[in-house]
Every structure is written in C-alpha cells, then in structure tokens.
C-alpha cells in the first residue's frame, strides 16, 4: 500500500515534450510496483527511506538523496524496504525531445541512478506541480516550468559524479541502435562498427558499464518487448516473436521458458484471470 497524492494528463500527441503525470507517495514496508513496463520516462527521486530498484537483472539500494530513472519499455520493479519504507516524489513525460533531454543530464537505463542534496528543492518543484494541476495555458506552463527546474537540479548533481569516460558516450549510442534494430538479426561486429570501435574493445567496455555482454544485452531487451507486447497487444505468439527479432516462435517460447518459468501463452492466460 501507499499513501499516494498524484495528477495524470493525457498522453502527449505530436509534442516535443508532454508532462504525463507527477506526484508524491508515502510507502507502506514492503510495498512493490512491478514488473511492469511503461511507455514513458519515469524520474523518481527518494526524500525518506530506502528500497530496491530493479532493472535489467540488476538491484539497486538505493536510500534518501537518491533517485532512478525508469525508461519506455524496460521492465521494472521496485520495493520500500521492510524496515523503513521510502517516500518520493516522481514525474513522468513523453515526446519527442525526452530522450535528448534525459541524455542531455547524463542518465540512461543502463546508468539509471542519481544523487542530489537538494531534496528540498526536488520536493518544492513537485509540490508546486500538484498545486497547478488544470488545464490552463497558465498552468501548464507553471508545470513545466517546475519540470525544467526538477531537471535542472538533478542534471547539476549527475554532471558531478559522472564518470570521465568516453566509455558512456559508445555505450549509450550502441543501447539507442540496439532499441532501434532489436527486431533485425543484429550481431556484436554490427554494434560496434556503428559505433566505430573493434568488437573486443567494444564488449569490453559494453561489459564494464551495464554489467552484460552485448549479447545479453540484446536477449534481455528483446525479452522485455516480448513481455511488453503479451500484455498490451492481441498478437499471436509467433507475431510477438518475429516483432522482437526472433527468427523462430520457438526461441522466444524455449527463452521465455528459461526466465519465467511458464509459456508466453500461459502468462498471457494468467493475466486475464
């Protein structure tokens, strides 16, 4: 359970850049969102407590001064500690411009985490949001206003700590070429000429900075788009994994299998209970 005070908009249509919902949640112990895979950026920023965020087979403790980014299309989970539940304030957007702008501050899910000292200033912005929530030209502009402050601050405290290594720079063009091909037979040596490097050095420091193999790293997404389309579209199994770079039905059923447990059938089954 939570103790949540939220707004959402409509989506954004043709936009550069849409706020789609923002707000502030008091956690009970244990309280967990997810898995779920969302359509649109998602910054978290944690003002008391402490939890775990999960992404890409990876936990992240992560505790008051701290935030997360969710990104479209990546399933995620994340759980308050048992002992003392988070509180946080969180915003989320979409168009056009979002993944310039959350490049632009040095984030990315392969690097999702922040830090900031300024909580006050974080908690005042979303604050000031719920206090403009219609529908007014005014207001609307009031919200971004606040949106492009949250950002600014947050942006300030991760150009302090981000590593000095061109490594990021290779690492997120080669993560945007795999999200745009994943449904192409994409290989290592493809990734990494895109990118301009040798494929040694390439998975090298692909390895270093997520925490997978190129190759895992594909499986994984492809894996999360399977699992995005089973639960938002009424395409067959096959249909999914061709839509998700599969050559075979079967190699998306027999990797599915080895993750979950079940069938992509049976999952889809089990949703609608």
């Known amino acids: 359970m939570e ?5 959402s908009l409509p989506t954004p249509q ?29 910054l978290h920023y944690i003002l008391n407590g402490k939890g775990i965020f999960s992404v890409n087979q990876t936990d992240y403790h992560l505790k008051a001064g701290q935030g997360f980014l969710i990104a479209p299309d990546y399933l995620t989970t994340y759980t308050a500690d048992a002992a003392e539940p988070w509180t946080y304030v969180w915003v989320g957007f979409s168009g056009a411009e ?18 900031s000292a300024e909580s006050a200033i974080l908690h005042r912005c979303v604050t000031n949001m719920l206090l403009h929530n219609h529908s007014s030209v005014a207001d609307t502009l009031a919200v971004l206003g606040e ?3 949250f950002l600014s601050v947050i942006a300030a405290s991760s150009q302090e700590i981000l590593p000095k290594s061109d490594g990021n720079l290779y690492v997120r ?11 192409e037979s994409l290989t290592v040596e493809e990734i990494a000429r895109h990118v301009g490097l040798n494929r040694s050095y390439f998975s090298s420091i ?3 900075q997520t ?3 190129p190759i895992e790293y594909i499986q994984n997404f492809r894996l999360t788009k399977a699992v995005h389309l089973l639960d938002s579209s009424t395409l067959s199994v096959a249909a999914v994994a061709y839509s998700c770079g599969y050559q075979q039905p079967e ?13 992509p059938a049976a999952y889809r089954k089990r949703l609608h209970l």
């Open 3 to 7: 103790n949540a005070v939220s707004f």
């Open 14 to 42: 043709q936009k550069s850049l849409g706020i789609i919902t923002f707000g502030h949640s008091i956690t009970e112990p244990c309280h967990k969102y997810g898995p779920a895979v969302r359509s649109y950026y998602l």
């Open 98 to 115: 979002a993944s310039r702008l959350i490049a632009s501050i040095g984030l990315s899910q392969e690097q999702p985490v922040f830090e």
């Open 147 to 149: 949106f492009y402050q």
């Open 173 to 183: 063009q080669a993560a945007d070429y795999i999200h745009n091909h994943f449904a």
């Open 206 to 208: 692909f390895k270093e």
């Open 211 to 213: 925490g997978q193999t």
């Open 251 to 263: 190699s998306l059923i027999r990797i599915f299998r080895m993750r979950y447990g079940i069938s």
